[in-house]
């Protein structure tokens, strides 16, 4: 059984709100020995939220309980303001919580922003030793790792330039590089993949899944990218408000987290051609996602067939136009692109359909956008996000109830036969 290496016993953190300090010069003193030097509570707290509570108090943490194994790569879920970053911060011993306690055994290291240690004065070969002496490398290791973190970076020819002429891509490549490279025990990243090109942030996945799952070491990650957090993760902790309001396997987690901000939208339609979405060249009237279903109370799953339909006028004459069908996970992942033939069109209003067979979609949360283009090519108008539904999971006389794999699970045949009975 993996050992324990994070206990958080029910944190909870106060902030109060335009205030620094108490006022008062003997009590913030008789506060700091307190608190600092006999490590007793804060005399002046009030621990329990009663009537003398101020408006101008805010609960970042709420009692929040959980366990971290050796090995686990958690991730930390929730809109802006629901405590991520706090949390971070309390388990990296930056802030201390107002109620509760952390223990943690092991060597922590954390990248709550990229470019600690940097002086835009100094050139790149420079801040990658100030930069890895600040995150707690000696001297001989960041010796023997300065190739692989020039060559993680990718800025070897401009190594011995002052990194204030950088762009802020590069500056990031760096940052990241020297971080990436530390040998913690436990590593908490807040937002990392938030910045740099597409490039940058696939190398940045990579190197935490090698930290996770080959070294075997601890990861806290904090990230809106559910398609990241589903890739890296084993686990997700959602925080909504300062509560904890689940923790358990990935997939589950960040599925009822996405299907809690998103509202489920299978059908719209507008009278008044002027206030439609579109634009000069196109206007749609109605979209709809009917499922094929006999009973319409019956949860939507994966088995049902799903058929698009569509309308929108048309403002040009004598115009080859072909739609296209944009099929997303919310984790932000393109399932499919289907492309309809082109055809030539006047004037007036258009329908069409378009219908996703039962048995091909795995379960979870999707979102529909539609594109017409001009001529296949020349987009004239793209509705993103149109519509969006959940399907729910089926499995009949299946045994196993384990998360299945994919983004589709179709039902392809197959032949299975005997063809001997008897081992030679």
Known sequence: MAETVIEVQNISKLYKLGEIGSGSLRRDLNNWWKTTIIKKEDPYFIAE??????????????????????????????????????????????????????????????????GTGFHSELTGRENIY?????????KREILRKFDEIVAFSGIEKFLDTPIKR??????????????????????????????????????CLGKMRDVSQKEGRTVLFVSHFMQAINNLCNKALWLQQGHLKEIGTCSAVVNKYLASVQQFNLKQSWDNIQEAPGNDFIRFKKIELIPQMENPDDPLDIRIPLTVKFKFWNLTDNVSLSIGLHLFSYGGEC???????????????????CTIPGNFLNDGSY???????????????????????????????????????????????FRIEQTTFSIE
């Not at 100030?130 to 000696?138: A, D, E, P, R, V």
């Open 335 to 353: 399932i499919f692109d289907n492309q309809s033939p082109g055809g030539y069109y006047d004037k007036g209003l258009i329908e069409g359909e």
């Open 166 to 203: 950088y762009s802020s891509g590069m500056y990031v490549r760096l940052a990241f590089a020297v971080v990436a490279h530390l040998e913690p025990d436990i590593l908490i990243v807040d937002e990392v993949l938030a910045v740099g090109d597409a490039d940058f942030q696939k190398k």
């Open 130 to 138: 100030i930069s890895g002496y600040t995150l707690g490398m000696n």
């Open 49 to 114: 939220e009663t009537s003398h509570t101020s408006n101008l108090d805010l609960w970042a943490l709420k009692n929040i309980s959980f366990e971290v194994k050796q090995g686990d790569a958690i991730g930390i879920i929730g809109s802006n303001g629901s405590g991520k970053s706090t949390l971070l911060k309390i388990i990296s011993r930056i802030v201390q919580p107002t109620i509760g306690s952390v223990r943690g055994k092991g060597k922590i290291s954390s990248i709550l922003e990229v």
């Open 367 to 413: 979102f529909i956008s539609l594109i017409i283009n001009k001529d296949t090519s020349i987009q004239l108008y793209y509705f993103e996000q149109c519509m969006s539904f959940d399907l729910e999971d089926y499995r009949g006389d299946i045994k196993w109830y384990g998360k299945w794999m994919g983004a589709v699970r179709p039902r392809f045949p």
